[in-house]
């Protein structure tokens, strides 16, 4: 039995929390709340997400993160990407320099447009014991058992390998891959097309405006990630496309949700911040991609639009008119 830290009681980190957990190893759940750590102990349910569910006697949680960190064997981060930095700092006092570390958040750092890896070495250092968890994971099916598959990308394979084996479970495909640049640009890509997807549907297209956003975030999403140094044919797995589309095509997404219900019916992030209690990662995602934009010389007209959007007020309808309105191309 080992001993695994999930830091963050989001509903992400509680589902992976609940599948480490059924592999036999002893979880700690850092929850930033005391209360909710204490609900879990005392009822073994989360009482602010996925609550339906018991979840094993093995999830021990705590708000102190040096207890949550204390003997572990490796450590899965889940909290929101634009507090990953400040967690890394937390935790660079309290692991051990060999300690393998996933991180399962999907985001670009603001200001530097640092992938999480980066973000990672460069507060605590040696790349090779880390990874990213990455795919079309909805927490609210991943924790019920309804047969789902991620990836565990790392540069090298023995750590790629001990989180597929932490993880894979028998509703849970876990696939190991050697491209982390590739996988993380896609967790943060998809969610900037979800939410333009969403907003087709919010101003009333159909199903092939969908497909063409989809279709053509992808391509924009290969462009970002080839530039990067990743491998293109990762844009076509399970961090990629598979995700895309749960994320797009699932009202689950609150990124999907963000788009349709909120953006184009005027409504603003704080808006959907103050109704929901989550974050719409691609929102951030959109406005930390100009970073990588600029430095790569990109040409990336669907992140540019969800941006002008969510961030500088712009008319949605001025927006698809702009898209429309594009020069014909060859499409490869």
């Known amino acids: 039995m080992a001993t695994i830290s999930v830091i963050g009681a989001g509903s992400w980190g509680t589902a992976l929390a609940q599948a480490v957990a059924e592999n036999d190893n002893e979880v700690r759940l850092w929850a930033r709340r005391p209360e909710v750590a204490d609900a879990i102990n005392r009822n073994h349910r989360n009482p602010r997400y996925l609550s339906d569910v018991e979840l094993s ?8 993160l040096e207890e949550c960190l204390q003997g572990s064997d490796a450590v899965l981060i889940v909290t929101p990407s634009h507090l990953l930095r400040e967690m890394a700092l937390q935790m660079s006092g309290l692991v051990d320099p060999k300690l393998p570390v996933a991180v ?11 992938l999480p890896l980066q973000v990672l070495t460069e507060t605590l250092g040696s790349l090779e014991r880390f990874a990213v968890i990455s795919g079309p ?3 609210e099916e991943v924790v019920k058992g309804v047969p789902s598959a991620t990836v565990a990308a790392s540069c090298v394979a023995a750590t790629a390998d001990r989180f597929q084996s932490l993880l894979a479970g028998p509703a849970f495909r876990v696939y190991a891959s050697l491209d982390p640049v590739g996988v993380e640009v896609c967790a943060a890509y998809k969610n900037i097309i979800a939410i333009a997807v969403g907003l087709s549907y919010g101003l009333g297209f159909g199903d092939n405006t969908a497909a063409t956003i989809i279709t053509r975030g992808l391509a924009e999403m290969s462009r970002l990630v080839t530039a990067a140094g990743g491998d293109a044919m990762t844009c076509m797995g399970l961090a990629g496309a598979g995700d895309a589309v749960v994320t797009c095509m699932s ?4 990124n999907r949700r963000f788009g349709q219900d909120y953006l184009a019916l005027g409504k ?25 934009e600029h430095r790569y010389q990109l040409d990336l007209p669907l992140c540019d639009g969800v941006r002008a959007i969510a961030w500088d007020g712009v008319n949605p309808r001025d927006v698809v008119r702009l898209l429309i309105d594009r020069p014909l191309k060859s499409e490869f």
């Open 268 to 292: 603003t992030l704080e808006d959907f911040s103050h109704d929901t209690h989550m974050v719409v990662e691609g929102a951030a995602a959109c406005k930390n991609v100009a970073v990588l």
């Open 137 to 139: 994971n909805h927490a």
């Open 104 to 114: 399962c958040c999907k985001g670009i750092e603001e200001g530097t447009g640092a």
């Open 57 to 64: 006697s093995n999830v021990r949680a705590t708000c102190k």
């Open 251 to 254: 009202r689950h997404s609150r």
